[in-house]
């Protein structure tokens, strides 16, 4: 069980924008930092929580893959964009703020595309990145650097490498396929005063992840992971964890808006918190290309 609360809210509206600015996020997080408490939860949202929950598998044991599988295919809307403000912190230094938009894509068979773009502040400004899942469960991802003025692709041996300094590897980006674990239903255990799942997940060809294992707790009702624990081979106390801190249903789709990525060996965290997101707007695939990650102005139009 996970110490803290969870704000489920009621359906947003997108052509609203009532976030904080990155100032006052940053005042805010800078404080959460120091308390290192998560945020608190009315007595509404348990109710919420409570109510959304299904019944308990028959077969909890043998249900792991069904499970994942049910994860995987939860409905994510045609496509995503979103606006958001990724904060990062170590103990000892100033935390520091990026600006960033993400775009998202699900394609016929099982491929999903995505870029993301940072735009501020200046060193980061540009710099981008473009990940393409495919079907059958490789993937290819390039980066842009607005230095290099050129894209280059991520190889698989640079996949545990850490996103622009943050507490994201480049796989944390990906999409993964459930045919490339085996999983495991550990039962329920309480969290924000609901019945949630535990799955654990481990890849069956070790060489394809950075971690060895991944342990998810999945909330039943709306299939979305509330906490990760990442383990490195061989390890047996996990490496990182992400928290969720705050869900809101956004044109009809549960979608997770504020999120913390904590190294649990370092003590540093990447708070990630999504300030406007707007679903199934037709996002053209030629967005999820080289051309379009070195190209800023094709999706300039699409920024929520």
Same mark, same amino acid.
């Given at each position: 069980?996970?110490?803290?609360?969870?704000?489920?809210?009621?359906?947003?509206?997108?052509?609203?924008? &009532?976030?904080?600015? =990155? /100032?006052?996020?940053?005042?805010?997080?800078?404080?959460?930092? !120091? +308390? @290192?408490?998560?945020?608190?939860?009315?007595?509404?949202?348990?109710?919420?929580?409570?109510?959304?929950?299904?019944?308990?598998?028959?077969?909890?044991?043998?249900?792991?893959?069904?499970?994942?599988?049910?994860?995987?295919?939860?409905?994510?809307?045609?496509?995503?964009?979103?606006?958001?403000?990724?904060?990062?912190?170590?103990?000892?230094?100033?935390?520091?703020?990026?600006?960033?938009?993400?775009?998202?894509?699900?394609?016929?068979?099982?491929?999903?595309?995505?870029?993301?773009?940072?735009?501020?502040?200046?060193?980061?400004?540009?710099?981008?990145?473009?990940?393409?899942?495919? &079907?059958?469960?490789? =993937? /290819?991802?390039?980066?842009?650097?607005?230095?290099?003025?050129? !894209? +280059? @692709?991520?190889?698989?041996?640079?996949?545990?490498?850490?996103?622009?300094?943050?507490?994201?590897?480049?796989?944390?980006?990906?999409?993964?396929?459930?045919?490339?674990?085996?999983?495991?239903?550990?039962?329920?255990?309480?969290?924000?005063?609901?019945?949630?799942?535990?799955?654990?997940?481990?890849?069956?060809?070790?060489?394809?992840?950075?971690?060895?294992?991944?342990?998810?707790?999945?909330?039943?009702?709306?299939?979305?992971?509330?906490?990760?624990?990442?383990?490195?081979?061989?390890?047996?106390?996990?490496?990182?964890?992400?928290?969720?801190?705050?869900?809101?249903?956004?044109?009809?789709?549960?979608?997770?808006?504020?999120?913390?990525?904590?190294?649990?060996?370092?003590? !540093?965290?990447?708070?990630?918190?999504?300030?406007?997101?707007?679903?199934?707007?037709?996002?053209?695939?030629?967005?999820?290309?080289?051309?379009?990650?070195?190209?800023?102005?094709?999706?300039?139009?699409?920024?929520?």
């Amino acid at each position: 069980m996970v110490d803290g609360r969870l704000p489920f809210t009621s359906e947003s509206d997108p052509s609203t924008d &009532a976030r904080p600015r =990155a /100032d006052t996020l940053w005042r805010r997080l800078s404080a959460d930092w !120091s +308390r @290192r408490r998560p945020p608190r939860l009315a007595s509404i949202v348990l109710l919420v929580l409570a109510t959304l929950a299904p019944p308990v598998l028959a077969d909890p044991l043998a249900d792991g893959k069904a499970l994942a599988q049910r994860v995987h295919d939860r409905d994510r809307g045609k496509d995503l964009s979103w606006r958001g403000t990724m904060v990062l912190a170590e103990r000892g230094r100033e935390p520091r703020v990026r600006n960033m938009f993400m775009h998202q894509v699900k394609l016929p068979g099982d491929e999903t595309r995505s870029l993301l773009r940072f735009t501020a502040p200046a060193d980061v400004a540009g710099t981008g990145v473009v990940t393409i899942d495919y &079907a059958k469960g490789n =993937a /290819d991802q390039w980066v842009y650097l607005p230095a290099l003025k050129r !894209s +280059r @692709r991520i190889s698989a041996d640079r996949r545990g490498g850490r996103f622009v300094g943050s507490d994201y590897y480049y796989e944390d980006l990906q999409v993964r396929k459930v045919s490339l674990d085996r999983h495991r239903h550990l039962g329920r255990e309480k969290m924000f005063n609901a019945d949630v799942d535990v799955l654990e997940s481990v890849p069956v060809d070790p060489s394809n992840s950075v971690y060895g294992k991944r342990v998810t707790w999945i909330h039943p009702g709306t299939l979305l992971p509330l906490r990760v624990d990442f383990f490195e081979p061989g390890g047996a106390e996990p490496l990182k964890r992400l928290l969720v801190h705050k869900i809101e249903k956004i044109q009809g789709y549960w979608t997770v808006t504020d999120t913390s990525m904590t190294d649990l060996k370092t003590g !540093s965290q990447t708070r990630l918190v999504i300030e406007r997101a707007v679903y199934d707007r037709g996002l053209p695939t030629s967005l999820f290309s080289t051309a379009g990650l070195e190209d800023a102005g094709r999706e300039t139009a699409y920024r929520p």
